[in-house]
């Protein structure tokens, strides 16, 4: 499994597995699907609601708890030092581990939400750092945050974001963002990589794909990874779960890269860290 180099040296392999509306049950076989599939990265979230599923899955696995990059997040109603601090031993409890390799903030606080957006990052990451030296988290990064979030957090921030984990699909992969974290030492990770189904009937992707023999969804996975972008496609389905995986033995050509670099806008969530849908 590729793995690329977080700026506090630890390790995350390219490609992961998610969780989003992975529940109860069908979350944990799913789970033990997917690491019996060579899965190392699994990514879930206090607002998905399956941490308990998540952690349960891991221990079913048989895979060695010091093999597996865990991710969970920090849901914006629990932003400020003491609420980040109790939403992150509830989901260290949920989880049922010793410790989180990988904590993000969901999304940032905003102008919107907050009369000091600013200062209810910087507090939250605060806490943060002091969970990461107390080595209850391992990493620490956000999520879903412009430029204009991290440039803030960086005017406090002792330690740097290991990643952003952001919304990047064929049709919505904002560029100009990735390109700032990359030159920051900030990994980007992609969620929602397929679109939400969008990708599949688009003729230049399935022309792609049959050139190399692949489904559509391997051909976005595999753009994705040749952005050196990490990727979490999640799924429930056994045959998915092993397929999704299954993007080693290939490479996208430069032109191919470009054409999908090229598509025009489709699938994008709408979902925008400085508009809320939902106030806190």
């Not at 939250?124 to 391992?138: C, S």
Request: hydrophobic residues 40%; contains cysteine.
């Amino acid at each position: 499994m590729k793995e690329l180099i977080l700026n506090d040296g630890h390790k995350i392999p390219i490609i992961g597995f998610g969780t989003y509306k992975s529940k109860k049950q069908g979350g944990i076989e799913s789970v033990v699907a997917a690491l019996a599939n060579g899965y190392r990265l699994i990514d879930t979230a206090a607002k998905y609601k399956n941490e308990k599923a998540v952690g349960q899955g891991i221990k079913l696995s048989g895979v060695p708890r010091e093999k597996i990059v865990v991710t969970t997040k920090l849901w914006r109603e629990n932003l400020g030092y003491e609420k980040a601090k109790t939403a992150f031993g509830a989901s260290l409890n949920k989880l049922g581990l010793e410790y989180i390799d990988l904590y993000l903030i969901h999304w940032p606080a905003n102008a919107r939400n907050y009369k000091n957006w600013q200062k209810t990052n910087a507090d939250t990451w605060r806490a943060m750092e002091e969970l990461q030296a107390q080595g209850k988290i391992k990493s620490i990064g956000v999520s879903n945050f412009w430029q204009e979030h991290l440039e803030a957090l960086f005017q406090t921030a002792n330690v740097m974001p290991v990643i952003n984990q952001i919304e990047f699909h064929p049709g919505y992969w904002q560029p100009e963002l990735t390109e700032f974290c990359k030159k920051q030492g900030i990994v980007v990770e992609s969620w929602s990589p397929l679109a939400r189904g969008q990708v599949f009937g688009n003729e230049l992707l399935e022309s792609i794909a049959n050139k190399h023999n692949k489904s559509v969804a391997q051909i976005c996975l595999r753009w994705v990874i040749q952005h050196k972008v990490v990727v979490i496609p999640k799924s429930t389905t056994p045959k998915r779960i092993e397929e999704n995986i299954d993007v080693f033995d290939f490479e996208l050509s430069a032109k191919e890269m470009e054409q999908i670099n090229a598509l025009p806008e489709m699938g994008f969530s709408g979902e925008l860290p400085d508009i809320w849908p939902d106030k806190v």
